[in-house]
């Protein structure tokens, strides 16, 4: 083999990890959005309970014990 022929080799491998590496990094990309969405999710769903949580102590505070 030839020195051009190694370094076709090496281009040739180098050209197939960076392939790899830019559909890992997509396919990581993808994950993150869809990790974003459900933080987002998440976020909502905790105010909603904290806000419940709120009213419900509220109501509470406003029985009168003397009843």
Do not use: C, F
Request: charged share 30%; hydrophobic share 35%; net charge positive.
């Amino acid at each position: 083999m030839d020195k051009v022929q190694a370094l076709e080799l090496k281009l040739d491998t180098l050209i197939q990890q960076y392939q790899q590496l830019a559909a890992d990094n997509q396919a990581l990309r993808e994950q993150e959005g869809l990790w974003q969405q459900e933080r987002q999710r998440l976020i909502k769903n905790n105010e909603i309970a904290r806000s419940r949580v709120e009213t419900i102590i509220n109501r509470l505070k406003g029985i009168n014990p003397d009843r």
